[in-house]
Every structure is written in C-alpha cells, then in structure tokens.
C-alpha cells in the first residue's frame, strides 16, 4: 500500500514513519513517499527517516518529491500536514493579534483565523488535484485548523476526507488513567468541534464514572483537572478539551503570552532550526522532547506527566484509521467528520469532532445527542467564524475575513478586527487574495 504526506519535509514525518516501523503500523505501509515545496527540508527528514529505519524489518521505501502529481501517482491513503507560511507564519500570526491584546494561538481566535486564511485555498487546491489524479484515495487531514481545513476540503472530496486530531484522544487517555480504567473498556462520550470539545461522560458497563471523579481528589491528577481546576470541571460537570482554556482564561492566556517574542510559533522556530540545520535523528529527537516538554507552557505552573511526554498521538490515530479503512478493522476514533445527525442542533453539513465507527466504509459519526447550552452556543459561534474565513478564501472577500474576526468570541471589537485584518495582510503575501 503506497502512503503520500504532503508536508513531508514537517518537523513531525519521523513520528508517522516510525508507528510504520513498529506494533500496528508495521507491515501496513510499503511504500511511503513525501512531497513538500522545500527540497532541504525533505532532504532533513529522509536522513532521520533512514536513521530511524536501520535494522527495522519490512520498513516501507522512502521516497521524496517536489512534484505533486509524483507524489500522488497510484496513492491509496494521503496524508496531508502542510504548513502555509511555516513556522515563520506562525509567529506572525501570534505576534500581530498579541500587538492588538487578543489572542494569536494558533488554531484559537485571531491567529486560528489568519493561519485558516492562509491554508484553505491550498487545501481546496490539492482537494482537487487529489480528485483528479488518485480519486481513489482516502485522504487524512492532519493539517490546522483541522475542522475547517476538513470542512473546506469536504465539498471536493465528500467523505474520502477525515480530519483528525490527538487532543480528544489524549484526554481520555489521561481520564481513563486517573479513574482506574481501562481505555478498550471504556465509553467515552465526547462531542463538539475540533480544539473546541468536552468529554461529558465515561461509562463502563453502562455506569457513567466521570461523576464520581469530578468529585473526588483525583480530578487534579491529570492535565485537564490541574489546567481548569477542580471547582470549574464539577461547575461545568464535564471536562473540556485544553484549548478550551483560552476561552475559558483569555485575559489570563493573553497576559501570559507577552509581547509574543517568547510565544509558542517562536520556541518551535527555535528548536527547529537548529534541526534543519543539522538534521539528524539525535537532533530531532532532542528538538522533539523539548517540544513536547514545552507545549501549552504558558497555560502550566509546572512540568508535564512523564506519561505526556512521548509525543505525537496522531499518528497512532492515523494509522488506525488507515488500517481500519485499508483492511476493514471495525474499531471507534473520535474524528472530524460531517455531522449528519450525529450532533443534535448542528447542521448536517458541518465537521464536528466526536466519535466514529471506522471501517471499509470510512468513518461514520455516532449520535452524540446535544451539548448544553453554553457548550452549543459556542459551537455554533466558532462554526460561523470558520465559514466566513471558507468563504472568504473560496471569494477573496475581505468583507468576510473582517466579519470571522469580528465574530469570534475572542475578538472584542470591530474596529480591532478591520487592523487585524491589515496587520496580517502586511504580514503575509499569501494573503494579497483578499481584496
């Protein structure tokens, strides 16, 4: 089976190439090639991936391309991880929404939105190459903001596109650790959009337990229980995804933030560069710890769980996903598909993040019921913000890029979200569409 990543030269390839080497992963992928834009960062990730392959039985060929219609030729699952504008984007995003005091994170609120604006009229652009030239492939969106990304591509590629992300996952990992159980012996209900989800109940054998761990000592021993605080979780009487703290803390995370000199697009620049610069399987791994060490820093008073620290997470999802779909393993992932009715009180044609069945089929969502109120009034806030930026990129509207900024709930102002607006553009020339 032949496996293409667009965004092959990205920092994170070696975690995807190595879950191919070993356990699940082994044995699914035979050839594996990547395609990016940069050829010296495709040349830094083959050396790791050589590295990492040395002495690994039945390791997929590598391959690297500049060539998309290479990259895709006879393909049957696609990986697509591109970043528009790169790490050096990031920063921009961060430090132009910090310069204005709203939030620049990348997925979350004005930077969210800049990095969106950038990103879907690539992604619909490859959509439809990938329609054109492998429309049999499965393709798997890795790419940020992932919900919008899925849902701009989704009008292409209907349900051969799947949107994952390792947040929903890695909460209930973490759940599931700290009340005793087992995650294969466990329900976890889990609804919402992605980075913007709660997970409202954990049952095993048809008790749901979360109830008892809300209440107890031990909702603080997990990440999610020490970033909101036990008062907040029993408050809200589920446990949110982490980005949630943003809109939970905005003054918080935006004080904590600074002038962006030290933000999070620019700590990752950092320990990249010195990758890139020397790649290697040392150096990346080296890079990789202190990224993983270092994520959501300024939400944290202290260091990570160890059990945190081993990384990625989505690309266990994916090859999931791809073995599922590949060999017809029925398992359950929680995904960003179309809603149909999975969702109550959303439309049928929106990506939501919630549990799916997997199969040959691909991913079909299950019926989730409906949020409470402040949980689906926010979901239907941040949904209108992401297809005001869809149809600002599918128009070039700027119109509709000022009213996505102006509607999201961290933005607090119009006339901020019109200079926010300008700030970007002066910013990224990716952005000169947008007339």
């Not at 590598?62 to 528009?84: E, I, M, N």
């Not at 297809?387 to 901020?416: K, M, N, Q, W």
Request: glycine share 12%.
């Amino acid at each position: 089976m032949k496996l293409a990543i667009l965004g092959g030269g990205g920092f994170r390839v070696p975690l995807v190439h190595a879950a191919l080497l070993t356990g699940r992963g082994a044995g699914v992928v035979t050839e594996l090639v990547l395609h990016d834009v940069d050829a010296g960062r495709l040349a830094a990730v083959a050396t790791v991936l050589a590295e990492q392959a040395r002495g690994a039985e039945g390791a997929p060929s590598v391959t690297t391309t500049t060539d998309l219609a290479t990259a895709l030729s006879d393909v049957d699952f696609v990986f697509s991880a591109v970043r528009v504008g790169g790490m050096r984007g990031r920063q921009f995003d961060e430090r132009v929404a910090l310069a204005e005091g709203v939030l620049g994170q990348e997925t979350v609120g004005a930077g969210g939105i800049a990095y969106g604006l950038r990103t879907v009229p690539l992604a619909v652009e490859l959509a439809r190459r990938i329609a054109e030239l492998a429309p049999g492939a499965w393709v798997i969106n890795f790419t940020n903001p992932a919900g919008m990304v899925t849902e701009a591509m989704a009008p292409v590629l209907g349900g051969r596109v799947i949107g994952i992300c390792d947040s929903p996952a890695g909460l209930c990992r973490r759940v599931a650790r700290a009340i005793g159980v087992a995650e294969d012996g466990a329900w976890f209900d889990y609804a919402g959009l992605n980075h913007l989800g709660w997970l409202r109940g954990v049952h095993v054998g048809g008790v749901d337990v979360l109830p008892e761990l809300l209440a107890s000592p031990a909702v603080e021993t997990f990440e999610e229980g020490r970033l909101f605080g036990a008062e907040w979780l029993r408050l809200l009487g589920a446990v949110p995804n982490e980005y949630l703290h943003y809109y939970y803390s905005p003054r918080e995370a935006v004080a904590a933030a600074g002038d962006g000199t030290s933000s999070r697009g620019s700590v990752l620049l950092a320990q990249q560069r010195e990758f890139y610069a020397s790649p290697g399987l040392g150096t990346w791994e080296r890079a990789r710890a202190e990224r993983e060490a270092t994520y959501l820093a300024e939400a944290r008073d202290e260091a990570r769980d160890p059990e945190d620290l081993e990384g990625g997470g989505y690309e266990r999802i994916a090859i999931a996903l791809m073995r599922a779909i590949a060999r017809d393993e029925r398992t359950t992932l929680i995904l960003n598909v179309r809603n149909g009715t999975a969702l109550s009180g959303v439309d049928e044609d929106a990506v939501v993040e919630v549990p799916c069945a997997v199969g040959a089929f691909g991913a079909r969502p299950i019926g989730a019921g409906r949020l409470p109120g402040h949980a689906l009034g926010l979901v239907h806030a941040v949904k209108s913000v992401e297809r005001s930026v869809i149809e600002a990129a599918a128009t070039g509207s700027a119109d509709a890029a000022v009213r996505a900024f102006a509607l999201h709930p961290l933005v607090d102002s119009v006339a901020v979200a019109r200079r926010l607006l300008d700030g970007y553009r002066a910013a990224h020339p990716q952005l000169s569409y947008l007339h």
